[in-house]
């Protein structure tokens, strides 16, 4: 009994520090650690994920927040390819007493970007809503992207794909560019 009750203390300080030990005989040797080395992103960080830097209309824009990208020609497309590929969505936080980003950590940071470039990220959310899904499908391994299709105002259909540039470029003919939209070919 008292070496669970030290334990159990030992667990306690060190989630006062900000570290969390699920398994109580672990408090014992990472109480000691002075260094740990690990792989697995998110296990070790805040979780929280932001953009740097977008590549669009043939440049890279820099920052995690840029006028440039309010500016672009293909920004209603872009938006749109963010909005209607993320899952995730706005939630009330009892804590904060506010409505936060709630989701995954990638989708939140693309979100947040789009919010920190001047756009209403909350009522393209509600719009998204508003509009029919014809189908998913979600994103793999083996495929390497999510595609997702949607009906819109004007009864067509608009497919937007996400995962690794080198698999989703494999299915598009065409690309924005400053001048406009422009072959691949």
């Known amino acids: 009994m008292a070496v669970t009750i030290a334990l159990v203390v030992s667990v306690m300080k060190m989630f006062d520090e900000h570290n969390l030990v699920r398994k109580l005989s672990a408090s014992e040797t990472m109480g000691g650690a002075n260094e740990i080395c690990t792989d697995k992103t998110g296990t070790l960080t805040q979780n929280n994920m932001t953009v740097m830097a977008v590549y669009m209309e043939g440049g890279i824009v820099e920052g995690s927040a840029n006028s440039a990208f309010s500016n672009a020609s293909s920004q209603k497309e872009i938006v749109e390819s963010v909005i209607y590929n993320v899952s995730a969505d706005y939630a009330f936080d009892a804590e904060k007493n506010e409505e936060v980003l709630n989701g995954n950590v990638t989708e939140c940071g693309m979100l947040k970007?789009?919010?920190?470039?001047?756009?209403?990220?909350?009522?393209?959310?509600?719009?998204?809503?508003?509009?029919?899904?014809?189908?998913?499908?979600?994103?793999?391994?083996?495929?390497?992207?999510?595609?997702?299709?949607?009906?819109?105002?004007?009864?067509?259909?608009?497919?937007?794909?996400?995962?690794?540039?080198?698999?989703?470029?494999?299915?598009?003919?065409?690309?924005?560019?400053?001048?406009?939209?422009?072959?691949?070919?």
Do not use: Q
């Open 113 to 185: 970007y789009l919010i920190a470039s001047g756009i209403d990220v909350k009522s393209e959310l509600k719009e998204k809503v508003n509009r029919e899904m014809k189908w998913k499908i979600p994103f793999n391994s083996k495929r390497k992207r999510a595609t997702a299709a949607y009906i819109n105002a004007d009864g067509g259909v608009r497919v937007y794909c996400k995962g690794a540039p080198e698999i989703v470029i494999e299915y598009c003919s065409k690309y924005h560019a400053e001048s406009g939209v422009e072959s691949l070919e």
